[in-house]
């Protein structure tokens, strides 16, 4: 089971395998899984935080003072 569930965004991985999830599970502050939204869901629990993203982008945290894409 997961404690964050991100789905229906546009995430940025930079991983070829995953060109274009929609989804994440998190548990602890730790990425547990990416892919569809329907793979995703299914590590959600009742006690879950279930977010819609409602089409937005997720990108990885920068920790850096600045950056450039």
């Given at each position: 089971m997961s404690d964050l569930i991100l789905f229906n965004g546009k995430l940025w991985t930079q991983d070829p395998r995953f060109p274009h999830p929609t989804a994440l599970a998190m548990q602890a502050g730790r990425i547990l899984a990416v892919g569809s939204d329907d793979d995703i869901l299914a590590f959600a629990g009742s006690r879950s935080q279930v977010?819609?993203?409602?089409?937005?982008?997720?990108?990885?945290?920068?920790?850096?003072a600045h950056f450039h894409f």
């Amino acid at each position: 089971m997961s404690d964050l569930i991100l789905f229906n965004g546009k995430l940025w991985t930079q991983d070829p395998r995953f060109p274009h999830p929609t989804a994440l599970a998190m548990q602890a502050g730790r990425i547990l899984a990416v892919g569809s939204d329907d793979d995703i869901l299914a590590f959600a629990g009742s006690r879950s935080q279930v977010i819609d993203l409602d089409g937005r982008r997720v990108l990885p945290g920068l920790v850096d003072a600045h950056f450039h894409f």
